[in-house]
């Protein structure tokens, strides 16, 4: 795999847009003590992935973005870029050449793309993962850290061995599916104490669903009795209502009381 070149912007002590070219064979960055090449081990790192703050030197992810010097205010965000020849395959992406960008934003908003387009973290890791830029980075010996792998307990050293090998990415899939597994069989758990509260209110729901069911035949029965009174009712007022209307057709109108008299002239008489 061929590195081809790393761009920092606003990354550490890089205010300004740098660009490092990498030609095949060795590179060697050399300068006085202080002057930022451990920086520039750290922007490999940090455009790969690297989310340990203490790996890249710091406090906080934040303090990668350039902090400013008595002449340069600081920055509001932090950007490498790394181009890496593709045109052997070595990545599972099918371009000859691959951009790898990381931004964050001193307010801690973070983003990455490959060759441009904005993806996640596990994007980039997963790309890497095979061609032995791992998330561990063992790739990147900085300082005192070959002492550290050398210092390794058995653990460590079989994570080591494991990233190089290529299985630690497998392994970390194995546990990002069991965690996976782990979620769905609570919600099984929840889902099956649901069915059961819902059985247990099931009983009642059917008996009360079934009561309704009488009381509505009950009303329509009521409503049609009801109906069938008012007729009848009506059947046996018509010859009343008849011989009335006979009755006021021939001048006879029935006697009615006068009406009662009101108002003050009656009250005072
Ligand atoms: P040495 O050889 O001593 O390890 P070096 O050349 O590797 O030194 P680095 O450690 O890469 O140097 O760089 C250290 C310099 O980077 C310091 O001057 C420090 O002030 C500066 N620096 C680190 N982080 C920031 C930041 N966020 N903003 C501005 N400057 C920074």
Redesign the pocket.
Known sequence: MYLKTLTLRGF??FASATTLRFEPGITCVV??????????V?AFSWVMGQQGVKSL?GGKME???????SGRAALGRAEVTLTIDNSDGALPIEYAEVTISRLLFRTGQSEYAINGNPCRLLDVQELLSDSGLGREMHVIAG?GHLDDILNAGPEARRALIEEAAGVLKHRRRKEKALRKLEAMQANMTRLVDLTTELGRQLKPLGRQAQLARKAAVIQADLRDARLRLLADDYVTLSPTTTSRCQRSSRGTRPTRPPPPRCGPSSRAS
Do not use: C, E, M
């Not at 300068?31 to 520039?40: C, E, I, L, R, Y």
């Open positions: 550490k002590s300068g006085p003590n202080g002057s930022g090449k451990s920086n520039v750290d030197r303090d990668v973005v350039f902090a400013g010097t300082q």
